[in-house]
T-cell receptor, first 114, second 116 residues
Framework: KQEVTQIPAALSVPEGENLVLNCSFT??????LQWFRQDPGKGLTSLLL?????REQTSGRLNASLDKSSGRSTLYIAASQPGDSATYLC?????????????FGKGTRLHILP | ETGVTQTPRHLVMGMTNKKSLKCEQH?????MYWYKQSAKKPLELMFV???????ENNSVPSRFSPECPNSSHLFLHLHTLQPEDSALYLC???????????????FGPGTRLLVL
């Protein structure tokens, strides 16, 4: 059974620091892995999608890596800003009993201190 | 603007009420989804529709009844809900229903539901 775990559950860092969010999954047979951002009371916004054949994706100050063999992904945020404060969710697309499913972690709640 | 809208944004209902949540996508996508997000739990997929046909139903209680009259609109009809059904209900859409290697989903802002 595929399980997605995100550690830590919450993180506070001073503005300007670089930081890393972690995601792990139990079954390496995935199609892709996505990182989403969710602001309080709002829907999800897709940040980066890494296909299973890729090792990383970059968008601006964000860099996501994927190591399928170890079941891990990291989201690196450079030069953090207060506007980066949000919950970051990791999700893998995988096959479960002949169906494709997206399985989410519980998220990491990030707070950037001004 | 995500291109996916949901109404109402907030809803309070009693256990004997009947209400409906509405989702509309303006992206020309063929697949639409309902998710439930409860406090301290991962996002849970409830239903998937592709070209107006239900293709997934993840063991959701019958008090939740989805309807997809066309590829742009999705409803979730609610009746005789329980307090534990209080949650954020998110709608999403994607180009196709199979989340293949290049697929991503676009989410609406959600409906915050409170069942008293």
């Amino acid at each position: 059974k595929q399980e997605v775990t995100q550690i830590p559950a919450a993180l506070s860092v001073p503005e300007g620091e670089n930081l890393v969010l972690n995601c792990s999954f139990t079954d390496s047979a995935i199609y892709n892995l996505q990182w989403f951002r969710q602001d309080p009371g709002k829907g999800l916004t897709s940040l980066l999608l890494i296909q299973s054949s890729q090792r990383e994706q970059t968008s601006g100050r964000l860099n996501a890596s994927l190591d399928k063999s170890s079941g891990r992904s990291t989201l690196y945020i450079a030069a953090s800003q207060p506007g980066d404060s949000a919950t970051y969710l990791c999700a893998v697309t995988t096959r479960v009993n002949r169906d494709d499913k997206i399985i989410f972690g519980k998220g990491t709640r990030l707070h950037i201190l001004p | 603007e995500t291109g996916v809208t949901q109404t109402p944004r907030h809803l309070v209902m009693g256990m004997t009420n009947k209400k409906s949540l509405k989702c509309e996508q303006h992206l020309g996508h063929n697949a639409m989804y309902w998710y439930k997000q409860s406090a301290k739990k991962p996002l849970e997929l409830m239903f998937v529709y592709s070209l107006e046909e239900r293709v997934e139903n993840n063991s959701v209680p019958s008090r939740f009844s989805p309807e997809c009259p066309n590829s742009s609109h999705l409803f979730l009809h609610l009746h005789t809900l329980q307090p534990e059904d209080s949650a954020l209900y998110l709608c999403a859409s994607s180009q196709e229903w199979r989340p293949g290697p290049m697929e991503t989903q676009y989410f609406g802002p959600g409906t915050r539901l409170l069942v008293l």
